[in-house]
Every structure is written in structure tokens, then in C-alpha cells.
């Protein structure tokens, strides 16, 4: 299959066979950012007096994150947190709550939180609020992905592409829990 075409999903995809999928971004476009966006990170920590702690948002950050921490060439600590917001496959209805906590201690240390998308921005504001209380010696915001219209009002650290205002399936992100193990990120048609 050429990665860079447009994808009508075979018989294999179930209930979403048929489907036509545009490209939008392609596996090595992908792989290319994200190898940049880890070495832009190391360089911002290399100087920091003790290892920071990546924290990815389940479940749509999964590909993106372990691509990402593969590409950083400092020490990192990894752990996890999921957070869902209520609402249809493809609209999110702007109430967030929090699903699995972080295990460790994150008071006094460097923390990067890595997101797959931004879209409204109350997941992230969420986030920021929740972590802003921990007393963390820095808090840093990484996304591979943020759509133009966003309402966000507080600055992303590293932003890997904004992307105009649709909905995207593919590394990692889903629609309705499937797609996410497409290896290119693609727009519904
Ligand atoms: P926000 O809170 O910024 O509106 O949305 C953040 C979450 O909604 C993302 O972490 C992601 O799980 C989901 N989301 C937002 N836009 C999209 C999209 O275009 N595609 C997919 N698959 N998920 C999205």
C-alpha cells in the first residue's frame, strides 16, 4: 500500500469497511516531526538539574508518546495518566474527569505532559489545573497535533502540526475506540 494515498478500509475493518479516509499526514511525515520535536525536548531539559517525567494522556497519546521518548536522547522517566471527556464518537460534550491517576510523586519535579490532539482545549485546562496543585518544579505541554480553532488559552510548549478543524483517525487516534492502529493520521471524507 503506498502510505501517501487516500484510503478506502477493506472488508477487514468491519464495521467501518467502505470507509474513505483522506490523507493528512503521512508515516513519515509523522516519524520525521516527531524525531524533531524529541530532539527540541532534550535540548530543553539536558541543562535541568534532575531526569523530568513524561506523562502521556491514554488513550490517544500511546503511539505518539512511545515514538517521542524512543527519540529523546536524555534520561526520562514515563507514566500514564487517562482522562475522558463525555460525548459522541466525534464531538466531545465538555465535561472531563479523570479515569487512571499517575502512580508516582511529581512534587519537585520536571514534568512533560504529551498529548495527541488539542481540539477545544478543556482537556488540557483540565490537566493544567489538576497538575498545577502537585507543586511541580516545572510543567511543560507537548501535542503532536492542534486544530486551528482551538479556544485554548494558555501556551503549548511543542506543538508537532496544527491541523484545520476536523475530525482525524490514525496513530493512535481513534474513531469510536478503532483506527487508532492506522500507521498515518487521515481525515473522514
Ligand atoms: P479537547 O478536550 O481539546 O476538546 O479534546 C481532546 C481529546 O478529544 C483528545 O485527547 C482526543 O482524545 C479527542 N479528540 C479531539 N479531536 C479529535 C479528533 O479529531 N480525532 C480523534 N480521534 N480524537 C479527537
Known sequence: MNMDENLVLNENYGKHSGKKLKMLLPEKKLKSRVRDMALEISEGYKEKDAAPIVIGILNGSFIFMSDLVREINIDVEVDFMR????????SSSGTVRMI??????????HILVVEDIVDT?????????RLEQA??????????LMKEDTQIDFGMDYIG?????????????DLAQRLRNLKSIYYIE
Open 161 to 173: 502540526f496544527n491541523i484545520p478543524d476536523k475530525y482525524v483517525v490514525g496513530y493512535g487516534l
Open 100 to 109: 487512571k491517576d499517575i502512580n508516582c510523586d511529581i512534587t519537585g519535579r
Open 135 to 144: 507543586g511541580t518544579k516545572s510543567l511543560k505541554f507537548a501535542t503532536l
Open 121 to 129: 482545549g478543556l482537556s488540557m485546562n483540565f490537566l493544567k489545573n
Open 83 to 90: 482522562i475522558a471527556s463525555y460525548g459522541n464518537a466525534t
